[in-house]
């Protein structure tokens, strides 16, 4: 059975990519490297595990890798929440254009599965914490999660409309290694520069969810494998949530530092869309039969002890 995995060179598609590479399956990488690196997965390609294409999917010359497909794993997108409030028409395009694009050709080769990677900002900002998969009104307050949400309509119409099958994944906050933004990696290059002071944006009490990636891998191919009906849709985190401060703290200890100065940029938000409360609830896949036991604080000590290695 082929695959296909759009940006499978970035942080959480070349982990998907280790994990498939371990199953056996056979693997196309669709990626235009324009925030992935190639050495996440070169080891892969010198060995001839999988075939690397690169190409943007809002270019052409790349549909022709759809015929024969039995599944497509999208993964690419623009994940920079706080860079959406400054420029909203390249997110647009990398997101929601980008993935219509997709399932149009999808369509033309009769693709018959497509997992796609979504995100807890669809919910906006829930009044019910942990917040379940039939939480409504969905109402995002950035246009990252306005464009995901679009994204998640679009490939249902295109599944219901076309007969093809798909598994709509919303994710906390994934970290970990290989990572090149978010709190975390920011906090870490910020202390690298200056370790004695911190700037952390918002009031520091903005309390979310966090996952490292490996789990987060584990529970995607879990669910498409078990999960069955034509739309399936499942939040993907961890069972309890951690402030930024905290956030700060565990950082602080992981990079054996003291006596660091934070200073606050104030408010409760960090930036433009961001939500200040987020635990997702995961009660929906763990039904399906999915372990998660991997906390918030447990995630974040690993995710900066990778970046250390």
């Not at 798909?166 to 370790?195: Q, T």
């Not at 930024?244 to 869309?273: C, H, K, P």
Request: proline share 3%.
């Amino acid at each position: 059975m082929l695959h296909v995995v759009t940006g499978g060179a970035g942080f959480i598609g070349s982990h998907l990519v280790d994990a498939l590479v371990k199953e056996g399956k056979n693997i196309v990488v669709i990626d235009s490297l324009s925030s992935g690196d190639i050495k996440h997965i070169s080891g892969h390609i010198e060995k001839g595990l999988i075939r690397f294409v690169k190409a943007d999917l809002l270019g052409s010359g790349w549909q022709d890798e759809l015929k024969g497909v039995e599944r497509v794993w999208h993964i690419a997108a623009d994940p920079d929440v706080r860079q959406g409030g400054l420029t909203p028409s390249h997110q647009v395009e990398n997101n929601l254009i980008a993935t219509t694009r997709l399932l149009e050709a999808m369509r033309v080769h009769r693709v018959p599965e497509i997992v796609f990677t979504s995100t807890s900002t669809v919910y906006g900002e829930a009044k019910v914490i942990p917040t379940p998969e039939d939480y409504t009104p969905l109402e995002p307050i950035s246009v990252y999660g306005a464009t995901k949400l679009a994204c998640e309509a679009m490939i249902s119409a295109y599944c219901h409309s076309f007969n093809m099958q798909c598994w709509l994944f919303r994710f906390a906050n994934i970290i970990g290694e290989r990572s090149n933004h978010g709190v975390i990696w920011d906090f870490v290059h910020k202390l690298k520069k200056d370790p004695n002071r911190l700037e952390i944006l918002g009031n520091g009490k903005q309390t979310k969810s966090y996952l490292i990636v490996s789990e987060c891998v584990d529970a995607i191919i879990f669910g498409s494998d078990k999960a069955k009906e034509r739309v399936n849709t499942y939040n993907i985190g961890s069972p309890d949530w951690v402030s930024v401060t905290d956030i700060a703290d565990i950082i602080v200890t992981e990079m054996g530092l003291s006596g660091v100065q934070y200073n606050f940029t104030g408010g409760e938000r960090g930036w433009v869309g961001d939500v200040p409360l987020m635990q997702l609830s995961i009660e929906k896949i763990q039904k399906l039969g999915f372990v998660s036991s991997t906390g918030s604080r447990e995630s974040v000590s690993s995710a900066v002890r990778a970046m250390f290695r």
